[in-house]
C-alpha cells in the first residue's frame, strides 16, 4: 500500500531549480536510500515531505493517519534543555492524563463518560504506540548502542555536545514507531557499533523508512530501493547502493551508446541535406532540414540526462615515477602504549602494541570512539609525547596530513591560482589535473573561501599527493564527503604509490581502497585483513565482556606516566573547553534568531515575489552554514570532555 505520493514536484533556490517534476511512489515498510551529489536537493526534499518548507509547484499525498517522524542533519533544540537524557516528558503527560481520566470518569453522567472513554482510548493508542511502559528501558537500550552510556543518562541535555545531542534524538525519533520514518545523515557522530546497530534497526523497522545517506556500505544493509537526485531529477533504481551502482552503469551505456547512433545519423543527415541543398531540390531540403533539427534536438536531450562528471571519470591518477624500496620499513613501534592518568586512576588505552608499516603498505585504523585511535595517530605525527615504548621513523620520511576540516593559507586565491602557485603548472596542465578532482571548466576560477567542505577537502588532497609524500596520514577523511568526491578519493588513495595511515569508520572506503586495518579490540590492537573478520573478533569481544561481566581494562604503574604533562595537558583542554562553550552559546543564539526569521519570511513570502526567495535561500544558507560550525565545534567540544573525563 502507498502511503506517500510525490507528483511533478519542483522547487528552485535563487532563480536555479533543484529539481524539477520529480515524482515518487512510497510503499508501507519500504526502505530507501536517497543519494546524490551534496547541494543536490536531498535535505530539502526531506524537509518538503515533513511540511518545513513548501514546494514550488506539484503534491505531496500522504494516505490518511500517516504518522511521521523526521530527523534533520542540521541542529535542532530540545523544547526542556533542563531534562534528564533518559526521561520523556510525552509519556509523562500521556500517563498523567490516562491517570486523570481514570479518576474522574466514574463522577461523570454516561454521555460525559463516552466522551472520556473516546478521549482516553486515543491517548491510551498513542501511549501504546511509543512502547508504553517499556519506552524508557528501549530507550536507554538504543542510547546505549549509539554510545551514550552510564551517568550521561542522568545528565540534562544543555551538558551534551552537538554530536551526543543529535544522538539522543536519533535514538527518540526512532522509538516513535512512525509509519514513515525520514532520517537526513544519521550516520553522522556514529562508531562502527553504532552504525551496526542502526543497520539492523532500519533493517527490522516495521514503517517505511527514507535515508539520505553518503555511507555506501550502510546502505548496501538495508536498502529496497536507491533513489539518485542529480541533474534535477529523481531517478529510481531497485536494490541497495550496489545494486544502483551496476544499474546505473547500464543506463548510462545504453545513453551513450544511443548519443553515438544519434550523433552519426544527425552527421549523415546534415550530409544529405547539404548534397540535396548543392542540386537545388529545395522542397527535399527542407524536409530533411526539419529531420536533422529533431536529430538535434533528441542530442541535446540525451547530452543533458548524463551528468557532468559521468562524462569526465574515466580517468587514472598515474602513479609518480620513483625508486621506492616496497620493503623499506617507514615507520617502527615498539610496544607502544598510552593511558589517562591522575592520582585517582589510571586507564590504559592501548598496550604493547608493535608496527612495522613498509613503504607502500595501507592500513586503517579501526574502532569504537574512544578506543584511541586518534591518539595513536597523533603519537605517530609526533604531535602527542606522552607515551610509553618507542616509535622510529625512517630517516628524510615526507609525510602529509589530511582529515576531516582542511584549511589554505590563503582562501582569496582561486582553485587554479592555488595549484600553480604550489607548481608552477601551465594552466591547461594544471586544468587537466584539477578535471581528476572533479574540477570542470569555470569552477577552476572559484575562490577558496566559497568551496563546500567536500570541496576542500578534494583541492587540499591535490595539493598533498601533488608533493609526493612518503607517507599520508588520513583522519576521517570520507566525513562531510558526498560520494562523488569519496570515490575521487579513493581514486587518488588506490593509485598513490606510498604508505597509508587512516582512521576511519567508512567500511566501504577501507574496502575500496584494500586497507589492511588495525583494531581495536579492547586494549589491544591487532591486524585483521578485512572488516569482516575484525567485526567477527570484535564481536566476540564485546559477547564475552558482557557476558563475563569483567573489565578488559589493564593498571599500569603510575610512576611511567609524566604527572606534570598530564596536569599542563588537562589546564589546556580546561581552558579550550572554556572558550568552546561559549563561542558555542554564541552560535546557537545566533542560529535561533536565524530559525525565527526564517519562519516569519516563509509567512510573508509570496508566490510571485522572486527577491523574497533569493532573500530566503540566503537566510538559508546561513542558517546552514553556522549550523554546520556548530556541529563542527561541538564535535571537537565532545572530545575534549571526554578527554578530561578519562584524565
Known amino acids: 500500500m502507498s502511503i506517500l505520493s510525490i507528483s511533478n514536484l519542483s522547487k528552485a533556490y535563487k532563480a536555479s531549480p533543484l529539481f524539477k517534476n520529480i515524482n515518487l511512489q512510497v510503499q508501507s515498510g519500504e526502505k530507501i536510500a536517497l543519494v546524490g551529489d551534496n547541494g543536490s536537493g536531498k535535505s530539502t526534499l526531506l524537509k518538503l515531505i515533513a511540511?518545513?518548507?513548501?514546494?514550488?509547484?506539484?503534491?505531496?499525498?500522504?494516505?490518511?493517519?500517516?504518522?511521521?517522524?523526521?530527523?534533520?542533519?542540521?541542529?535542532?533544540?530540545?523544547?526542556?534543555?533542563?531534562?534528564p537524557?533518559?526521561?520523556?516528558?510525552?509519556?509523562?503527560?500521556?500517563?498523567?492524563?490516562?491517570?486523570?481520566?481514570?479518576?474522574?470518569?466514574?463522577?461523570?453522567?454516561?454521555?460525559?463518560?463516552?466522551?472520556?472513554?473516546?478521549?482516553?482510548?486515543?491517548?491510551?493508542?498513542?501511549?501504546?504506540?511509543?512502547?508504553?511502559?517499556?519506552?524508557?528501558?528501549?530507550?536507554?537500550?538504543?542510547?546505549?548502542?549509539?554510545?551514550?552510556?552510564?551517568?550521561?543518562?542522568?545528565?540534562?541535555?544543555?551538558?551534551?555536545?552537538g554530536g551526543e545531542r543529535?544522538?539522543?534524538?536519533?535514538?527518540?525519533?526512532?522509538?516513535?514507531?512512525?509509519?514513515?520514518?525520514?532520517?537526513?545523515?544519521?550516520?553522522?557522530?556514529?562508531?562502527?557499533?553504532?552504525?551496526?546497530?542502526?543497520?539492523?534497526?532500519?533493517?527490522?523497522?516495521?514503517?517505511?523508512?527514507?535515508?539520505?545517506?553518503?555511507?555506501?556500505?550502510?546502505?548496501?544493509?538495508?536498502?529496497?530501493?536507491?533513489?539518485?537526485?542529480s541533474s534535477n531529477t529523481l531517478i529510481s533504481y531497485q536494490g541497495n547502493y550496489s545494486d544502483f551502482i551496476r544499474q546505473k552503469q547500464e543506463?548510462?551505456?545504453?545513453?551513450?551508446?544511443?548519443?553515438?547512433?544519434?550523433?552519426?545519423?544527425?552527421?549523415?543527415?546534415?550530409?544529405?541535406?547539404s548534397t540535396l541543398l548543392s542540386h537545388?531540390?529545395?522542397?527535399?531540403?527542407?524536409?530533411?532540414?526539419?529531420?536533422?533539427?529533431?536529430?538535434?534536438?533528441?542530442?541535446?536531450?540525451?547530452?543533458?540526462?548524463?551528468?557532468?562528471?559521468?562524462?569526465?571519470?574515466?580517468?587514472?591518477?598515474?602513479?609518480?615515477?620513483?625508486?621506492?624500496?616496497?620493503?623499506?620499513?617507514?615507520?617502527?613501534?615498539d610496544n607502544l602504549s598510552f593511558a589517562w592518568d591522575d592520582t585517582a586512576k589510571e586507564e590504559i588505552l592501548f598496550e604493547n602494541f608493535n608496527l612495522k608499516l613498509k613503504a607502500t603498505e595501507k592500513k586503517v585504523l579501526l574502532g569504537p570512539n574512544g578506543a584511541g585511535k586518534s591518539t595513536l595517530l597523533n603519537i605517530l605525527m609526533g604531535i602527542n609525547t606522552n607515551y610509553l615504548g618507542k616509535v622510529e621513523m625512517a630517516s628524510d620520511v615526507k609525510f602529509a596530513h589530511l582529515g576531516q576540516f582542511v584549511e589554505f593559507p590563503n582562501e582569496e586565491l582561486t582553485i587554479l591560482e592555488e595549484i600553480q602557485e604550489r607548481t608552477l603548472m601551465l594552466e591547461t596542465e594544471a586544468r587537466t589535473l584539477l578535471a581528476k578532482y572533479g574540477f570542470f571548466r569555470?569552477?577552476?576560477?572559484?575562490?577558496?573561501?566559497?568551496?563546500?567542505?567536500?570541496?576542500?577537502s578534494r583541492l587540499y588532497l591535490a595539493c598533498i599527493i601533488l608533493e609526493n609524500p612518503d607517507l599520508l596520514y588520513l583522519d576521517e577523511p570520507t566525513n562531510h564527503l558526498d560520494i562523488h568526491s569519496r570515490e575521487i578519493?579513493?581514486?587518488?588513495?588506490?593509485?598513490?604509490?606510498?604508505?597509508?595511515?587512516?582512521?576511519?569508520?567508512?567500511?566501504?572506503f577501507?574496502?575500496?581502497?584494500?586497507?589492511?586495518?588495525?583494531?581495536?579490540?579492547?586494549?589491544?590492537?591487532?591486524?585483521?585483513?578485512?572488516?569482516?573478520?575484525?567485526?567477527?573478533?570484535?564481536?566476540?569481544?564485546?559477547?564475552?565482556?558482557?557476558?563475563?561481566?569483567?573489565?578488559?581494562?589493564?593498571?599500569?604503574?603510575?610512576?611511567?606516566?609524566?604527572?606534570?604533562?598530564?596536569?599542563?595537558q588537562l589546564q589546556e583542554l580546561r581552558k579550550r573547553k572554556n572558550k568552546l562553550e561559549k563561542e558555542l552559546k554564541i552560535l546557537a543564539d545566533e542560529i535561533s534568531e536565524l530559525e525565527i526569521e526564517l519562519e516569519s519570511r516563509m509567512q510573508e513570502m509570496s508566490g510571485d515575489s522572486m527577491d523574497q526567495y533569493l532573500e530566503y535561500a540566503e537566510l538559508n544558507e546561513r542558517l546552514e552554514s553556522k549550523s554546520e560550525n556548530y556541529f563542527e565545534l561541538g564535535e571537537e567540544l565532545e572530545e575534549i570532555e571526554k578527554k578530561i573525563a578519562e584524565i
Not at 579513493?490 to 566501504?508: C, P, Q, T
Not at 589492511?516 to 575484525?534: A, M, R, W
Open 442 to 456: 569555470d569552477e577552476v576560477f572559484k575562490q577558496i573561501k566559497v568551496l563546500s567542505g567536500g570541496e576542500k
Open 166 to 229: 543529535m544522538r539522543v534524538l536519533l535514538a527518540e525519533k526512532l522509538l516513535e514507531n512512525a509509519d514513515l520514518l525520514l532520517l537526513d545523515e544519521p550516520t553522522n557522530h556514529l562508531d562502527i557499533e553504532g552504525l551496526e546497530w542502526l543497520e539492523n534497526f532500519i533493517k527490522n523497522y516495521k514503517g517505511a523508512v527514507i535515508v539520505v545517506s553518503h555511507d555506501r556500505y550502510f546502505i548496501d544493509q538495508f536498502a529496497d530501493r536507491t533513489c539518485e537526485l
Open 489 to 508: 578519493l579513493e581514486s587518488a588513495i588506490n593509485d598513490f604509490n606510498g604508505a597509508v595511515l587512516a582512521v576511519s569508520h567508512d567500511r566501504y
Open 51 to 83: 511540511g518545513l518548507e513548501d514546494a514550488d509547484s506539484g503534491t505531496i499525498k500522504l494516505s490518511n493517519s500517516t504518522l511521521m517522524a523526521y530527523l534533520s542533519q542540521h541542529m535542532q533544540e530540545f523544547t526542556d534543555l533542563d531534562r
Open 85 to 161: 537524557v533518559l526521561s520523556d516528558r510525552l509519556q509523562e503527560e500521556y500517563e498523567n492524563k490516562l491517570q486523570e481520566i481514570s479518576s474522574d470518569i466514574a463522577s461523570l453522567s454516561i454521555e460525559e463518560q463516552e466522551q472520556l472513554l473516546s478521549e482516553y482510548q486515543h491517548i491510551s493508542d498513542k501511549f501504546e504506540r511509543r512502547g508504553g511502559y517499556s519506552y524508557l528501558p528501549r530507550l536507554t537500550q538504543a542510547l546505549n548502542a549509539l554510545g551514550i552510556r552510564g551517568e550521561i543518562l542522568n545528565r540534562p541535555i544543555r551538558t551534551l555536545s
Open 510 to 568: 577501507i574496502k575500496k581502497c584494500g586497507l589492511d586495518i588495525l583494531g581495536f579490540i579492547g586494549t589491544e590492537i591487532k591486524e585483521f585483513s578485512n572488516y569482516e573478520s575484525y567485526k567477527h573478533f570484535s564481536n566476540i569481544y564485546r559477547n564475552n565482556k558482557v557476558n563475563n561481566n569483567t573489565s578488559e581494562t589493564i593498571k599500569v604503574s603510575k610512576s611511567k606516566i609524566n604527572n606534570q604533562d598530564t596536569k599542563r
Open 280 to 333: 537545388r531540390k529545395m522542397s527535399s531540403y527542407h524536409s530533411r532540414e526539419k529531420i536533422v533539427k529533431k536529430l538535434g534536438e533528441a542530442i541535446e536531450e540525451i547530452r543533458a540526462q548524463i551528468p557532468e562528471k559521468s562524462k569526465n571519470m574515466n580517468f587514472s591518477f598515474l602513479p609518480i615515477d620513483d625508486d621506492r624500496d616496497e620493503n623499506r620499513l617507514i615507520i617502527k613501534t
Open 251 to 273: 543506463r548510462l551505456d545504453i545513453q551513450t551508446k544511443t548519443l553515438e547512433n544519434l550523433e552519426k545519423e544527425h552527421d549523415r543527415q546534415e550530409e544529405i541535406t
